[in-house]
């Protein structure tokens, strides 16, 4: 069992030991200030024990010396005498030195034991050292002393931490103090039989620095000795990692020793935008992004939006950033992206919104009440702050009928908390109103961190690329293994394959993991070629996330392709492509069937029903389709609960699996439960359990009867869902 405690030795060694020589103490008082009545004179006292007895001392201090002398297990006290010596002296000349011999050999024992840990640790086979031990470094080994495969670690301490190293050494983790970039340290470590290294130092220039000595030493081994090693290195600073990313001819790794760069503010944005909802129908495209906290998870978000680009063709993304330092946020953002204005709208406010503040929510409310929203993403330092504003972001949003916008709140040391907020809701069941995301024993997790579970299909992705190229271009910078990889290809394919369950929904296609026996256990039907108009929209969605992501670079247009200048020929709109290119693009997506099917992953088509306005009509008859193919189909259904007619078709969608039911009325939830008689309000309060989402009927568009009743103000960030529609064939 582990010890919680590291000085419970110590306190029990101290208290017997000073028992024992309390012991001492009392037996040499007592023998020599113990007096009776003398026998011969009765008036006269005498002492009990001779003067020339062994026990029988002057005075206090020499009874002091004397007890320590005991340590040397020099007394000859015994019971058997006439008189007895004092049994309390029998006792301590026994437990005194006994204790100092147990006491000398558990130090011993510790300190043996320690280096013959550490010693052995070194021989260990694939197991991994992490060096520093910050909170980052910490949180990992939690993590992978708490996976159900338990990972042999050695920790490497060069600053001395004594906290964390202690922590460490009860849970049974050898720590070897001294610098990591001295190769006797590394050798102690195991470093030639290690299967990875996490440099978290807390120093992002220390870090990197680590990174590249040990790439250096792990290459100076023989080769016999050398086998293939990643180096996880922490990098949080913004303009070092960003330009880490930029570079596109030099590797940070080498052949054997891969360097995987590690940001856990880059981690949590891209998992929380694979996480957020999109629009599930076009009349339902995305509006602005919310994002309160604009320090570096805040800035990391709004890059990772940027980069998926989730609005529809011809909509330029927009984002709301409000900070309380929002001109020193405006201007860190704007130095690692000059460009990124070019390609989306910005809003930046200040405001402090923290819960000690006693701000007045009046002006937030006023700005984003009546805004079409995609999501509120609230990144603020402390946990408590973020839960704070989610809350009271909540709570405005439903107050102004926006009740389908998502919340997300980073909560990097207490997800459960989270949990329990969001179960108190009682203002609409819907589920997932508001979410936590960013939390450290997730994105640090083995999974996502060892694993490399979220940069998969990028892998995949970029080994396809390699494959495709044409024999003349086989000496391009980015044809080289994952692990050799400029930092600058890494992040463009893993843009693409962030995107692309993104582009895929806009085109009306469900991306899910491939089932182990398709025969059976599959619902279809798989999609195995794209329809002309399917492949047209997927290669204008492509090369429009790729203007954004160059531009967002500082690539311009220019005739002749030139890195050094960052020009590029192809940097111009879909209508001024050239026919080569669009070519290129139309078969890279004519290709992604089986691209995806080779990653372990397939394509179904989402089947809309639409039941609300003119679309009722029509609504009962594709419900049928929809229950008649309810294993092949992956259901979407827009139904108008405030009409008889649309709450049947809501009450049909909840019995067929795999559908999302999306209510839409022209009351708010509340509202229309209390108008309801108690038959209908218990079934529409079963509706509101089982929906994924809920909008106002006035807040879907690109349609022409419903057009006419939408303000222009909340028109004009989806106007461009109509042209997608028709593109689509929705639309007539």
């Known amino acids: 069992m582990t010890k919680i405690f590291q000085s419970v030795d110590v306190v029990l060694f101290a208290v017997v030991g000073a028992i024992a020589f309390a012991l001492g103490m009392w037996g040499y008082w007592d023998c020599s200030f113990t007096f009776v009545p003398d026998p011969a004179d009765a008036a006269k006292k005498v002492p009990y024990f001779s003067k020339d007895a062994a026990c029988h001392l002057k005075n206090w201090w020499q009874i002091v010396l004397a007890t320590i002398n005991l340590v040397r297990a020099g007394g000859e006290f015994s019971l058997s005498r006439v008189p007895a010596d004092p049994w309390q002296l029998v006792i301590a000349q026994l437990a005194i030195p006994a204790i100092a011999v147990l006491a000398a050999g558990k130090i011993i024992y510790d300190k043996l034991r320690r280096d013959v840990h550490i010693m052995m640790a070194g021989r260990q086979n694939d197991h991994i050292i992490i060096c520093g031990l910050g909170p980052t470094a910490m949180q990992i080994v939690q993590n992978l002393q708490g996976a159900e495969q338990k990972q042999a670690i050695v920790v490497i301490d060069p600053v001395g931490v004594a906290i964390n190293a202690a922590t460490c050494e009860t849970m049974g983790i050898p720590v070897v103090a001294g610098d990591a970039k001295n190769a006797r340290i590394l050798a102690v470590a195991g470093l030639r039989r ?41 990098i949080d600073n913004d303009w070092l990692f960003a330009k880490l990313q930029s570079q596109q001819n030099q590797t940070l790794g080498s052949p054997e020793a891969e360097i995987r760069l590690v940001n856990s503010y880059e981690n949590s944005a891209r998992l929380l935008i694979q996480d957020m909802p999109l629009p599930v129908a076009p009349e339902l495209s995305a509006g602005a992004l919310v994002v309160i906290g604009f320090g570096k998870m805040g800035r990391s978000v709004a890059t990772q939006f940027l980069g998926a680009s989730p609005t529809a063709l011809g909509q330029r993304m927009q984002i709301i950033a409000i900070d309380r330092a929002i001109d020193e946020a405006k201007m860190a953002f704007d130095a690692n992206l000059p460009a990124a204005r070019e390609v989306a709208d910005f809003e930046f406010i200040e405001a402090d919104l923290t819960a000690d503040k006693g701000v007045d929510w009046t002006a937030v409310t006023q700005l984003i009440a009546d805004e079409p929203l995609l999501a509120v993403v609230a990144c603020l330092g402390e946990d408590l702050d973020n839960l ?18 998502p919340i997300y709140v980073r ?24 979410r936590g995301f960013g939390t450290l024993e997730s994105v ?32 391009v910078p980015a044809n080289r293994p994952w692990s050799e990889l400029p930092e600058f290809y890494k992040m463009s394919n893993r843009r693409v394959c962030d995107h692309l369950p993104i582009k895929l929904a806009q085109a009306g296609l469900r991306l899910e993991e491939a089932s182990a ?23 204008r969605l492509e090369h429009r996330r790729w203007l954004v992501a160059r531009r967002m670079l500082g690539w311009q247009y220019g005739e002749k392709r030139n890195e050094a200048k960052r020009l590029n020929p192809l940097l111009v709109e879909w209508e001024m492509l050239t026919q080569a290119g669009r070519q290129q693009l139309q078969k890279e997506a004519a290709d992604l ?14 089947h809309l029903v639409r039941a609300y306005g003119d679309w009722l009509a029509t609504a009962a008859a ?6 008649a193919h309810a294993e092949q189909r992956y259901n979407v259904v827009l139904a108008e609960i405030d009409r008889p007619e649309g709450f049947a078709i809501a009450e049909r969608a909840i019995n067929i699996a795999e559908t999302s039911l999306w209510l839409v009325s022209r009351e708010d939830p509340l509202t229309l439960a209390r108008s309801l008689d108690e038959d209908h309000a218990q079934r529409f309060k079963i509706l509101l359990q089982r929906a994924d989402g809920w909008t106002r009927r006035d807040h879907l568009v690109g349609r022409a009867d419903t057009a006419t009743t939408t303000p222009e103000k909340n028109r004009h960030p989806f106007r461009a869902a109509t042209d997608h529609m028709q593109l689509l064939g929705l639309q007539e």
């Open 411 to 434: 909560l990097q040391h207490h997800n459960r908390l989270g949990h329990y907020a969001a179960s108190t809701e009682v203002m609409v069941p819907i589920a997932d109103r508001l």
């Open 593 to 606: 069937p089986r691209f995806l099917a080779g990653a372990g992953y397939v394509l179904r088509r989402v």
């Open 517 to 539: 026996d398709l025969g059976s256990a599959q619902r279809g039907p798989v999609v195995v070629e794209l329809t002309p108009d399917e492949i047209e929209l997927l290669a």
């Open 622 to 627: 594709m419900m049928d389709k929809a229950e």
């Open 444 to 475: 640090l997790s083995r999974a996502i961190l060892m694993d490399a579970a979220i940069d998969q299909l990028p892998r995949a992705w970029h080994e396809a690329y390699r494959r495709g190229l044409p024999a003349g271009r086989h000496d």
């Open 194 to 234: 290690a299967r990875s290294v996490v440099v978290a130092t807390g120093d992002d220039a220390r870090n990197l620095d680590i990174a590249l000595r040990m790439r250096d030493i792990h290459a100076s081994l023989p080769a016999r000795h050398r086998r293939p090693l990643t180096i996880f290195t922490e």
């Open 388 to 405: 704070f504003v989610g809350m009271e972001m909540r709570r405005i949003l439903d107050s102004h009928d926006q009740f389908h916008v």
